[in-house]
Nanobody, 129 residues
């Protein structure tokens, strides 16, 4: 059974930076695609960024150019470097792992929450203005 544990959330002023990490345990990590989603109060959970097995990255328009996702298959971790944070980035951030092997993924596949078999517990990111 896959377990995902996020860390690195916190409180930061607008314009600041945070780095989120997600550690995976369980079944093969290296074959799956991984993504970050977020959920703000009163809103639905939304796709933020994803990375497939080949290292291809995908970003939502709202974070493109500010966030960078990476993965380390040897350590079974993914990270999300968040720069230029805005109050609208305030949310609980979730790490997720796809059900299937995803060497080359597509944006539509990664953005669909049904693609994922495992989710972390979430980490709070709060950006003050």
């Amino acid at each position: 059974q896959v377990q995902l544990v996020e860390s690195g959330g916190g409180l930061v002023q607008a314009g600041g930076s945070l780095r989120l990490s997600c550690a995976a345990s369980g079944r093969t990590f290296s074959d799956a695609a991984m993504s970050w989603f977020r959920q703000a109060p009163g809103k639905e959970r939304e796709f933020v960024a994803g990375i497939d097995r080949s290292g291809g990255t995908f970003y939502s328009d709202s974070v493109k150019g500010r966030f960078t996702m990476s993965r380390d298959n040897a350590k079974k971790t993914v990270s999300l470097q968040m720069n230029g944070l805005k109050p609208d980035d305030t949310a609980v951030y979730y790490c997720a792992q796809t059900r299937r092997v995803a060497y080359f993924a597509s944006m539509s596949y990664l953005a669909d929450q049904r693609s994922y078999a495992a989710w972390g517990q979430g980490t709070q990111v709060t950006v003050s203005s």
